[in-house]
């Protein structure tokens, strides 16, 4: 399958004292690119948010890093969907400059949930689920 593609620069201040991004913005990349993925629904991430109140709370991260990214760098961020399950999924970013250096790779679980009141797990809606198996990994 084809993996969803979502490319941005490194801001001045997403970098640190040592000029590189600091570790924990690479989470924010990874949610970023889940946000532009579920942008090509109708209504967008925000429709899906504010409007259907359904969210994806994170329920484990874990990221390796390679190589330091750091202000006016390129990075593409690759996503694929490497899990599906009936409310959960996995989600596989995959960064990496643009000189075609890997940077990180992180894996970020999140649950469907319907936030309109108390958070409570429920399974994915047909829309949200054709758009993740769109984007499952083959590996």
Excluded: N, Q, W
């Excluded at 967008?44 to 990221?63: D, N, Q, S, T």
């Excluded at 970020?108 to 047909?126: L, Q, R, S, Y």
């Amino acid at each position: 399958m084809p993996s969803f593609v979502h490319t941005r620069a490194v801001h001045f201040d997403e970098v640190d004292a040592a000029g590189i991004v600091f570790f924990a913005k690479f989470l924010g990349y990874g949610h970023e690119a889940m946000e532009a993925l579920f942008g090509t629904l109708p209504g967008k991430y925000h429709g899906l948010v504010v409007g259907r109140r359904i969210g994806f709370p994170a329920v484990h991260v874990e990221a390796d890093y390679r190589a330091p990214l750091r202000f006016g760098d390129i990075v593409t961020i690759t996503l694929d969907v490497t899990k599906i399950g009936t409310t959960s999924c996995t989600l596989r970013y995959r960064l990496t400059r643009d000189d075609g250096t890997p940077t990180a790779t992180v894996l970020h679980t999140t649950v469907c949930c319907d936030i309109a009141g108390e958070p409570k797990k429920i399974p994915f809606p047909a829309d949200v689920r054709a758009l993740l198996e769109a984007y499952r990994a083959d590996d």
